[in-house]
C-alpha cells in the first residue's frame, strides 16, 4: 500500500514551487520622484509597465514621474502629489487645472469628481473651501466684504473668490452668492487660516489633503515591523506580507508553525514542505 505522505507528494511539491516562486520576487525598494520617497502603498509606475500582480503597492496609489523625474502624479492624471505623510496615512495633493498661474479662471469645476473618492481616498476635514464666483447676472459683483476678493485677473470674464470654512466635498458651503454661479475647491487649512481670498493662487498652488484607510490598503507598518515587505495581490485584490524567508503571510511575519504537534519557531513554509518531501522519501 502506498503511504499516505508519499500520495501528497504531487500538492507538496506545487506548494513547494509556488512558495519559491514568492521567496524570489523582486525586492520593492523605494523609488524617488522629485523630493519625494514612494514606498507602499505608493509605488512608482508608467504608461508602459503595467501592474503586476504581485505589485509593489496598491493599484490607486500608482505614481508617474514626469517633467524630467521632478512631478509626480496619480498615475498620470491632473493630481500631483506633493508631499505624503506615511504616518497620518494622508499626502497633499494639487489639480493641474487650477494650480497654474492662471488657475483661478478654470476653476468652475468640482475636483472631486478628479479622485475616486468612493474607492480609497477621502478628504481631509483638515481642508477649508475656497470659492469661485462667475458668470454673475447682469455682470453684478457679488457681496462686498473682506471674505470677497476680485480674482479676474487675466480671466477674460469677472471672478470673485469667498475663502470659506471647513470643505465637505458633497456639500457646498452657504454663502450669499449675488446672483453668481460659483464652484468651490479644497485648500490647506493650516494656509489659509493666516491668509485672505486675496491669496487665491497661492492657495490653488499649495493644494488641499487626502487621507486614506489602512483598511483599503493594509497594514504595511505591521508588516515591515515583523521583517517583511509590503505587497499586493492584483488578482487577488488583497494585502499580502512577503517575509524575509519567502512566506507569504496575512500582515505580519511574526508567529509560529506548527507541524505534528512539534513547534518550529519562524520556520517557512518552504522549509516546512522541504522537510515533508525529505521525510517521505527516507521513511
Same mark, same amino acid.
Given at each position: 500500500?502506498?503511504?499516505?505522505?508519499?500520495?501528497?507528494?504531487?500538492?507538496?511539491?506545487?506548494?513547494?514551487?509556488?512558495?519559491?516562486?514568492?521567496?524570489?520576487?523582486?525586492?520593492?525598494?523605494?523609488?524617488?520622484?522629485?523630493?519625494?520617497?514612494?514606498?507602499?502603498?505608493?509605488?512608482?509606475?508608467?504608461?508602459?509597465?503595467?501592474?503586476?500582480?504581485?505589485?509593489?503597492?496598491?493599484?490607486?496609489?500608482?505614481?508617474?514621474?514626469?517633467?524630467?523625474?521632478?512631478?509626480?502624479?496619480?498615475?498620470?492624471?491632473?493630481?500631483?502629489?506633493?508631499?505624503?505623510?506615511?504616518?497620518?496615512?494622508?499626502?497633499?495633493?494639487?489639480?493641474?487645472?487650477?494650480?497654474?498661474?492662471?488657475?483661478?479662471?478654470?476653476?468652475?469645476?468640482?475636483?472631486?469628481?478628479?479622485?475616486?473618492?468612493?474607492?480609497?481616498?477621502?478628504?481631509?476635514?483638515?481642508?477649508?473651501?475656497?470659492?469661485?464666483?462667475?458668470? !454673475?447676472?447682469?455682470?453684478?459683483? $457679488?457681496?462686498? &466684504?473682506? @471674505?470677497? +476678493?476680485?480674482? =479676474? *485677473?487675466?480671466?477674460? /470674464?469677472?471672478?470673485?473668490?469667498?475663502?470659506?470654512?471647513?470643505?465637505?466635498?458633497?456639500?457646498?458651503?452657504?454663502?450669499?452668492?449675488?446672483? !453668481?454661479?460659483?464652484?468651490?475647491? $479644497?485648500?490647506? &487649512?493650516? @494656509?489659509? +487660516?493666516?491668509? =485672505? *481670498?486675496?491669496?487665491? /493662487?497661492?492657495?490653488?498652488?499649495?493644494?488641499?489633503?487626502?487621507?486614506?484607510?489602512?483598511?483599503?490598503?493594509?497594514?504595511?507598518?505591521?508588516?515591515?515591523?515583523?521583517?517583511?515587505?509590503?505587497?499586493?495581490?492584483?488578482?487577488? +485584490?488583497?494585502?499580502?506580507?512577503?517575509?524575509?524567508?519567502?512566506?507569504?503571510?496575512?500582515?505580519?511575519?511574526?508567529?509560529?508553525?506548527?507541524?505534528?504537534?512539534?513547534?518550529?519557531?519562524?520556520?517557512?513554509?518552504?522549509?516546512?514542505?522541504?522537510?515533508?518531501?525529505?521525510?517521505?522519501?527516507?521513511?
Amino acid at each position: 500500500m502506498r503511504r499516505p505522505t508519499l500520495l501528497l507528494l504531487p500538492l507538496l511539491v506545487s506548494l513547494l514551487l509556488q512558495f519559491h516562486g514568492h521567496a524570489s520576487a523582486e525586492d520593492c525598494e523605494p523609488a524617488a520622484c522629485g523630493n519625494l520617497t514612494l514606498s507602499y502603498p505608493f509605488w512608482l509606475g508608467s504608461s508602459t509597465n503595467p501592474p503586476s500582480s504581485p505589485s509593489c503597492g496598491h493599484p490607486g496609489f500608482e505614481v508617474w514621474c514626469g517633467d524630467g523625474g521632478r512631478e509626480a502624479s496619480l498615475k498620470g492624471s491632473s493630481i500631483h502629489v506633493l508631499g505624503i505623510d506615511y504616518t497620518n496615512n494622508s499626502f497633499v495633493a494639487s489639480h493641474s487645472r487650477v494650480a497654474g498661474d492662471d488657475g483661478v479662471c478654470q476653476a468652475d469645476f468640482n475636483v472631486s469628481s478628479s479622485i475616486a473618492l468612493s474607492l480609497q481616498f477621502t478628504f481631509s476635514p483638515q481642508n477649508r473651501a475656497l470659492c469661485f464666483l462667475y458668470h !454673475c447676472r447682469n455682470g453684478t459683483a $457679488p457681496s462686498s &466684504g473682506p @471674505e470677497y +476678493a476680485n480674482a =479676474t *485677473a487675466n480671466c477674460s /470674464s469677472p471672478i470673485y473668490a469667498y475663502l470659506a470654512g471647513p470643505y465637505y466635498w458633497d456639500t457646498p458651503p452657504e454663502i450669499a452668492t449675488g446672483g !453668481c454661479t460659483y464652484a468651490y475647491m $479644497p485648500v490647506l &487649512g493650516s @494656509e489659509a +487660516a493666516v491668509m =485672505t *481670498a486675496a491669496n487665491y /493662487s497661492r492657495l490653488l498652488k499649495d493644494g488641499f489633503v487626502l487621507d486614506w484607510e489602512v483598511a483599503s490598503v493594509g497594514d504595511c507598518r505591521t508588516c515591515n515591523a515583523s521583517g517583511g515587505q509590503c505587497r499586493y495581490d492584483n488578482d487577488a +485584490a488583497e494585502f499580502w506580507c512577503l517575509c524575509p524567508d519567502g512566506r507569504r503571510a496575512g500582515s505580519t511575519c511574526a508567529g509560529l508553525h506548527v507541524l505534528r504537534g512539534v513547534t518550529y519557531p519562524h520556520l517557512s513554509l518552504f522549509s516546512l514542505i522541504s522537510s515533508l518531501l525529505f521525510n517521505s522519501l527516507m521513511n
